[in-house]
């Protein structure tokens, strides 16, 4: 029996750790990914600024995972119904049960311009290239330009923010953050929006919201009021689904099920939990996801192979939505929400180190958690 894990994010490495230690070692555990390192996805602007920060959030998958098959190939199309998914080089890879755990891309939704003239942020080579141009604008001044006040245009804003002040190029350089809607990070709860407003106000970033971009060409973005130029643009401004799902997010349903073999995980998904409530795009969604995910493989697995003869499946466990709270970082600062209290300052940046580094140590990689929590304290 094979059971596919397609995607090592946050939600296909917590799953196949899993696996490895719930399902008989009869049962063939596969993971596919394009790269063969698990990136932790919620550090990457801090590239922008610290390029060393790069290989404490990179993790080799051999290194996070005991006997797992690792192929590493991108998935171009899954078949959710067969079971069937079919890879770059062109193998076909079938399995008896699978999850889909591909994540989202950047989505530019046809906006003339955007795709071809900004820079996104999923991989780290794409902070690497942010930095390197910025670096150009702190040089002979210019505007840096954000597309998208969600968490990670707001973090990228005040990376760049945080740059201009350690260059010295304040007098020179502008960082815009656009947002389409009346809030940044809109769809969070007011008084974490207003705090995350007032650490971007800190900084000089010029926050401008309800101002949705029209068009993008090389030099400038073109919104309602009139034309914005720019020497860098960034896009964080919304997400959708991987290719190899033809660019959907499809709804799953609380047991995080597609069809009989195969369910979709994380990012890759749009979930409603056992509650009724829609699931957000995050981490610590996508990991706790994961753990149900892996209780309901594993009563489907034991299942088949105990073959009692019985028609009936068990009871799949359903997802309940439950994190502690959100966290963002800004430059050097941090606001935090926990239940209804919103932490700023010291205990923010503390809280933000410990994310990372309890990430780090909850996938066995407590040297790179060391190295991310080393990086933190020397900034």
């Not at 590239?47 to 797992?68: E, G």
């Not at 079971?83 to 755990?101: F, H, I, Q, R």
Request: proline fraction near 4%.
């Amino acid at each position: 029996m094979r059971v596919a894990v397609l995607g090592a994010g946050y939600a296909g490495l917590a799953l196949a750790q899993r696996l490895e230690t719930r399902l008989p070692s009869a049962v063939d555990v596969v993971v596919v990914d394009e790269s063969p390192t698990h990136l932790v996805q919620h550090e990457l602007h801090r590239v922008i600024r610290r390029p060393s920060v790069a290989d404490a959030i990179t993790l080799p998958l051999r290194n996070v995972l005991d006997h797992a098959e690792i192929v590493t190939e991108r998935v171009d199309r899954v078949d959710a119904e067969a079971g069937l998914a079919t890879l770059a080089d062109g193998t076909e890879l079938d399995y008896d049960y699978g999850a889909v755990c591909l994540g989202a891309q950047t989505n530019f939704y046809d906006l003339p311009g955007v795709e071809e003239h900004a820079l996104p942020l999923k991989r780290v080579r794409h902070a690497e290239a942010i930095r390197e141009r910025f670096l150009d604008v702190c040089e002979s001044g210019g505007t840096a330009v954000v597309g998208g006040a969600g968490l990670s245009g707001v973090q990228t804003a005040g990376e760049l923010a945080a740059l201009v002040q350690e260059r010295d190029a304040a007098d020179r350089v502008d960082v815009v953050l656009l947002e389409q809607f009346d809030s940044v990070a809109p769809t969070f709860p007011e008084n974490f929006q207003r705090a995350v407003r007032d650490e971007l106000e800190a900084r000089d970033v010029d926050i401008r919201t309800n101002t949705p971009v029209r068009r993008v060409d090389a030099d400038a973005v073109e919104l309602a009021d009139g034309d914005l130029s720019y020497d860098l643009f960034v896009w964080t401004g919304g997400i959708r689904g991987a290719d190899a799902m033809s660019g959907e997010r499809p709804v799953v349903r609380n047991d995080l099920r597609l069809t009989d073999r195969t369910f979709v995980v994380g990012d890759a998904a749009r979930a409603v939990d056992v509650d009724g409530e829609a699931v957000p795009a995050s981490a610590s969604a996508a990991i706790r996801e994961a753990g149900t995910v892996a209780r309901n493989l594993e009563q489907l697995v034991t299942h088949r192979l105990d073959g009692d003869g019985s028609c009936f499946e068990p009871r799949m466990k359903p997802y309940r939505f439950e994190v502690p709270g959100w966290i963002v970082s800004v430059g050097d600062g941090a606001v935090a929400q926990v239940g209804p209290k919103v932490v700023t300052g010291a205990a923010a940046k503390a809280m933000k180190t410990t994310v990372g580094a309890g990430y780090l140590g909850s996938v066995r990689a407590a040297e790179k958690a060391a190295e991310l929590v080393d990086e933190e304290l020397n900034a």
